[in-house]
């Protein structure tokens, strides 16, 4: 569902360089919940929004659902990721007092109309478990709450490839676990692909397997080596 290969991704501050993203690979399948460690400031943040299509690398490949999105024009880069990519933020919506359904169906109402796009949104926020509170503005909800809605505003296309950022930091241990469950119901009830960036790795305890992202690299999960496994397999007989 989506592949990193050497990635670079570099910013300047004042005159020096401040390489973020270092020959970064990655390959996340369908139904996948990974896990995405960095240090705060660490690059987690520009790692999501070049899966999202959002920051476009100077070097290396992002290939989503089959397709490179270098490869693309404009118009197909833009229905691809419209349609098959979801980004969740802490960012609320630009309008103070925009009710959160109307928020949620924004993204559809470029070819629903108004009112079918807002009843998608509320039942995109009932999977989260907060359809009750669809005129709410988003000063009044908790962080717990601005969280799963920012999961059903990206969610409410149905993509492929959901991306989530920090959504964990603020919340106390029965939110933490509320929210991981609710990522795994939905990577095995829809088949989504799942990447939450946290920069507690307390936070992603439960998550199938964890990337860490160090110095612009990107260390994938441990592997058990073949000799462990040989090791293990002649104590057994023996």
């Given at each position: ?5 050497g ?7 004042g005159h020096?360089?401040l ?7 990655m390959h ?9 460690w ?18 476009a690398?100077?070097?290396g ?9 270098g490869?693309?024009?404009?118009r ?7 349609s098959t990519?979801?980004?969740a933020?802490?960012?609320g919506?630009?309008?103070p007092d925009?009710p959160m ?6 993204g ?11 009843r998608?949104?509320?039942q995109a ?17 908790s962080?717990?709450?601005r969280?799963?809605l920012?999961?059903?505003?990206a ?10 950022d920090d ?14 469950g609710?990522?795994?119901?939905m ?10 960036a ?23 999960p441990?592997q058990?080596?073949a000799?462990?496994?040989?090791l293990a397999q002649?104590s057994?007989?023996?």
């Amino acid at each position: 569902m989506l592949s990193l290969d050497g990635v670079g991704v570099c910013y300047w501050r004042g005159h020096r360089p401040l390489q973020v993203l270092r020959d970064a690979s990655m390959h996340v399948h369908a139904g996948e919940l990974v896990g995405v460690w960095a240090k705060a400031g660490g690059g987690k943040t520009t790692l999501l929004e070049v899966c999202a299509g959002v920051v476009a690398p100077e070097e290396g490949r992002v290939v989503i659902n089959g397709e490179e999105l270098g490869g693309l024009g404009k118009r197909r880069t833009t229905e691809l990721l419209q349609s098959t990519v979801g980004l969740a933020t802490r960012q609320g919506p630009a309008i103070p007092d925009l009710p959160m359904v109307t928020w949620i169906a924004l993204g559809l109402m470029r070819h629903l109309h108004r009112r079918d796009a807002e009843r998608r949104a509320r039942q995109a926020m009932g999977r989260v478990g907060l359809d009750a509170l669809a005129d709410e503005p988003w000063r009044n909800l908790s962080d717990s709450e601005r969280i799963l809605l920012a999961i059903a505003r990206a969610a409410v296309c149905e993509p492929r490839l959901l991306l989530i950022d920090d959504p964990t930091s603020g919340l106390d241990m029965t939110e933490r676990l509320h929210l991981l469950g609710l990522l795994r119901s939905m990577t095995s009830a829809t088949g989504v692909a799942v990447v939450m960036a946290a920069s507690d790795m307390a936070d992603l305890q439960g998550v199938e397997s964890v990337w860490s992202l160090v110095d612009g690299h990107l260390v994938g999960p441990p592997q058990e080596s073949a000799t462990v496994v040989e090791l293990a397999q002649r104590s057994k007989r023996g």
